[in-house]
């Protein structure tokens, strides 16, 4: 399955597929997940069940409140193919490449203050243990890429978001995709993911095995726990968060669309200033090394095409 959209900018972007990885790492990473996917760790859990056959995601429910915001729980987001090769592919960017952003955070929730006054990452406003895998996804398991997009819009859709003024998920970047763990007793405080437009959540644990760990939007008046391979979607300006881990361990893998191009390797989750300054560098560095940005947006000369008076790609 190859990934939708318009396939991700920087795809043959030397500059920007180098700046954090280089060839010899990438390399390394694809024959990391083809020696884990090869031991067929998977194929277990698909015994008996229909849960590696291809299937079209479809709307289990939806949770609406005139001020906190929709929910919409969508079944059949990912395989067990699919979910194994993303814990797989997060396990092997830790043993490749540095436990350190821009790949991987400890990542406290709250203010300076109330990180103080905590237990390593888990302060007063939760915490979880974050790898970035945007950019990685689109390259090693595009289907798993096409399968967030079929997602989102199947609950665009349902709920009926274009009426609202919402873009189509079709329309939108993949802003950042992580795979987050919950252990201990960590929780997720009230926030909202400022500067996306849609978040899904894909839940990679089973229900049973940890305690706790609801979603819920602003309040706690409702509270959600979904099955694995299943998801979560909802406005990422909307307020949401996560209830305590009493015991066990919470995993899930969320992605942010939003309003600009795919993010790719190594950025993160940048901010809409950070994106452009990003692609700006990546441009300046090819034109010096003589490597297009895109098809089209360099003349002979490296010279910015004179067809683009912005200097911004079409």
């Known amino acids: 399955d190859s990934y939708g959209r318009s396939d991700y900018w920087w795809k043959k972007s030397y500059a920007a597929r180098q700046r954090h990885v280089g060839h010899e790492n990438e390399e390394q990473i694809r024959a990391c997940l083809h020696t884990k996917m090869a031991h067929n760790d998977w194929a277990a859990r698909c015994n008996g069940t229909d849960n590696c056959e291809g299937w079209d995601p479809s709307v289990s429910s939806v949770y609406k409140h005139f001020e906190e915001g929709t929910l919409v729980m969508v079944e059949n987001v990912l395989t067990e193919q699919e979910a194994f090769a993303v814990e797989f592919l997060a396990s092997c960017i830790h043993e490749i490449l540095p436990m350190e952003m821009p790949f991987f955070e400890e990542r406290p929730f709250g203010d300076e203050e109330e990180v103080a006054q905590g237990n390593g990452v888990y302060d007063v406003s939760g915490g979880n243990y974050c790898t970035f895998i945007a950019g990685f996804v689109q390259m090693y398991l595009p289907g798993v890429a096409s399968s967030i997009y079929r997602a ?23 802003r950042t995709s992580e795979f987050l763990e919950y252990k201990k007793t960590g ?3 009230r926030h909202v993911d400022g500067g996306s437009i849609f978040t899904i959540s894909i839940m990679m644990s089973e229900a049973d095995e940890y305690e706790g760990g609801y979603f819920h939007l602003d309040t706690e008046q409702a509270l959600f726990k979904l099955p694995r391979l299943s998801g979560i979607v909802f406005i990422s300006e909307d307020m949401h968060g996560i209830t305590p881990i009493l015991s066990g361990e919470r995993k899930v893998f969320v992605t942010e669309l939003w309003e600009e191009e795919d993010v790719p390797i190594g950025e993160a989750r940048p901010d809409a200033d950070q994106f452009e300054e990003y692609k700006h560098n990546v441009r300046e560095r090819e034109k010096e090394y003589g490597y297009a940005f895109e098809v089209g947006d360099y003349d002979d000369n490296g010279d910015e095409d004179a067809n683009d008076d912005n200097g911004d790609e079409d």
Request: proline share 4%.
């Open 152 to 174: 989102v819009e199947t609950a665009y859709d349902v709920v009926k978001w274009e009426d609202k003024g919402y873009t189509h998920p079709t329309d939108l970047g993949l």
């Open 187 to 189: 929780h997720l405080g």
